[in-house]
């Protein structure tokens, strides 16, 4: 699982509610990833990381921001959690020059709010 | 989007036999991985095929990837009952300098002994 956790692994919240789900790694990997996995959909890019500071929207980024201010720490933040941000969110990281290489997942964190 | 789709949904079969599952995707790619995830778990990365590849072998795994068509299958041989569970596809356009990867929607395998 190349070191990867994801705190913390369950949330309940409320609608309204700001969260942050954080996502560290010891590998050093440059790339790192927040997906968010709802049944029908596989799983989807939230935002991206290309670097410390350097950061991106993925597919579904509407209402959620990410932070990464160190190389090992990814932060997810729901500012105003809604129902429909109820997931499975995952992290995954990637090492760094590897285009044609694999994507390392952490174990998840389920979010459900009320 | 360029969102794979898998089929079968699910697919349920027995200890020993072979399981196919298939993926399309809808517009060009640089490589092709497939995924696996446990129960509760996140995903596992199981192989990759380039572009340029038609068919890849790691283990008891074969997948073959097919550009005119858009498609590729994943086939396990005498499958066991540690082998279910759901199996993604995921393409990455690679025209982006760096990996982004789009899932497919996942194949649920059951194996019973």
């Known amino acids: 699982d190349a070191g990867i956790t994801q705190s913390p692994r369950h949330k309940v919240t409320e609608t309204g509610t700001p969260v942050t789900l954080r996502c560290h790694q010891t590998?050093?990997?440059?790339?790192m990833y927040w997906y968010r996995q709802d049944p029908g959909h596989g799983l989807r890019l939230i935002h991206y990381?290309?670097?410390?500071?350097?950061?991106d929207k993925g597919e579904v980024s509407d209402g959620y921001s990410v932070s990464r201010s160190k190389t090992e720490d990814f932060l997810l933040t729901l500012e105003s959690a809604t129902s429909s941000q109820t997931s499975v969110y995952f992290c995954?990281?990637?090492?760094?020059?590897?285009?044609?290489?694999?994507?390392?997942f952490g174990p998840g964190t389920r979010l459900t709010v009320l | 989007s360029q969102q794979g789709e898998e089929d079968p949904q699910a697919l349920s079969i027995q200890e020993g036999e072979n399981a196919t599952m298939n993926c399309s995707y809808k517009?060009?790619?640089?490589?092709l991985q497939w995924y696996r995830q446990n129960s509760g778990r996140g995903l596992v990365h199981l192989i990759l095929?380039?572009?340029?590849?038609r068919e890849k072998h790691s283990g008891r795994l074969r997948v073959t990837l097919d550009t005119s068509k858009k498609s590729s299958s994943l086939l396990i041989t005498a499958s066991r009952a540690a082998d279910t569970a759901s199996y993604f596809c995921a393409t990455d356009s690679g025209n982006t300098g760096f990996q982004k990867l789009v899932f497919g929607t996942g194949t649920r395998l059951l194996v019973s002994p």
């Open positions: 590998e050093n990997h440059r790339y």
């Open positions: 517009t060009s790619i640089n490589n």
């Open positions: 095929i380039r572009s340029n590849e």
């Open positions: 995954a990281t990637l090492p760094p020059g590897a285009l044609t290489d694999t994507q390392y």
């Open positions: 990381s290309y670097g410390v500071k350097d950061t």
